[in-house]
Antibody, heavy 121, light 107 residues
Framework: EVQLLESGGGLVQPGGSLRLSCAAS????????MSWVRQAPGKGLEWVSG????????YYADSVKGRFTISRDNSKNTLYMQMNSLRAEDTAIYHC??????????????WGQGTLVTVAS | DIQMTQSPSTLSASVGDRVTITCRAS??????LAWYQHKPGKAPKLLIY???NLESGVPSRFSGSGSGTEFTLTISSLQPDDFATYYC?????????FGQGTKVEIK
C-alpha cells in the first residue's frame, strides 16, 4: 500500500525558513516523479514543485521560484521542500503527491494528508 | 498558465441524485485532465484520469467525459460517502493547474 507521510510544518515568521519532509513507502520511490501541492485556507489546490524520479529534473510554480527548493533522497525514500523567504501567502497545508511515471507532466495518483505551514508574526 | 474554471462552486443534492460538475480550460488540454475528491483533513483521492479513465478501485458511479476545453464529472447516483469537494486538474503543461473546486453538499 502506498503511503506518504509529511512532516516539518509549523508556525514561522515572515522571512523565515522551514524544511518539509515526505516519507514514502509501498512503492519503488526512485522510479516515480513526486510533487508538492498546497492548499491555502479557504482556497483550492495549487501545484508548487515537482521532481522527476531518477533524472534529477526539478520544476517550480512561478509563485515560489527562487525561494523554494525541492530535493529527494532516493536512498531514504524521502522528498523534501526547503522553503526560504516565507510570506504570509505561503500559509497552507502542503501535500506530497506521487505521479504515475518517472518524468513528464501527469496527474497525482497518491497523496499524503499534508502538513500545515503558517507564516505569521 | 492554463486557467481551469469549475461550475458550480457549490452544489446541493440528495442521496440518489445524478450530479454533474463542469470544468472549462482557458485553452485546449486535449484529454489531459484528472478529477479528484477531497474531504477535510484527508488526502485528495484520484477519481478519473485522461478525462474518462476510471482509477482502479473507484466506484463505477463516477464517470468523466470531454476533451479540448470542456469536461464533465458525473456521479450517477449520489451516495452518502460522496459529499466532498471535487477538483479538476489539467496536465497538458508541466505547470499543472486545478479548478477552484466544487463542494457537493447535502440538500
Amino acid at each position: 500500500e502506498v503511503q506518504l507521510l509529511e512532516s516539518g510544518g509549523g508556525l514561522v515568521q515572515p522571512g523565515g525558513s522551514l524544511r518539509l519532509s515526505c516519507a514514502a513507502s509501498g512503492f519503488t520511490f526512485s522510479s516515480y516523479a513526486m510533487s508538492w501541492v498546497r492548499q491555502a485556507p479557504g482556497k483550492g489546490l495549487e501545484w508548487v514543485s515537482g521532481f522527476s524520479g531518477n533524472g534529477g529534473s526539478t520544476y517550480y510554480a512561478d509563485s515560489v521560484k527562487g525561494r523554494f527548493t525541492i530535493s529527494r533522497d532516493n536512498s531514504k525514500n524521502t522528498l523534501y521542500m526547503q522553503m526560504n523567504s516565507l510570506r504570509a501567502e505561503d500559509t497552507a497545508i502542503y501535500h506530497c503527491a506521487k505521479e504515475p511515471h518517472d518524468s513528464g507532466s501527469f496527474f497525482f495518483d497518491h497523496w499524503g494528508q499534508g502538513t500545515l505551514v503558517t507564516v505569521a508574526s | 498558465d492554463i486557467q481551469m474554471t469549475q461550475s458550480p462552486s457549490t452544489l446541493s443534492a440528495s442521496v440518489g441524485d445524478r450530479v454533474t460538475i463542469t470544468c472549462r480550460a482557458s485553452q485546449s488540454t486535449s484529454t489531459w485532465l484528472a478529477w479528484y475528491q477531497h474531504k477535510p483533513g484527508k488526502a485528495p483521492k484520484l477519481l478519473i484520469y485522461k478525462a474518462s479513465n476510471l482509477e482502479s478501485g473507484v466506484p463505477s458511479r463516477f464517470s468523466g467525459s470531454g476533451s479540448g476545453t470542456e469536461f464533465t464529472l458525473t456521479i450517477s447516483s449520489l451516495q452518502p460517502d460522496d459529499f466532498a469537494t471535487y477538483y479538476c486538474q489539467q496536465y497538458n503543461t508541466y505547470s499543472r493547474t486545478f479548478g477552484q473546486g466544487t463542494k457537493v453538499e447535502i440538500k
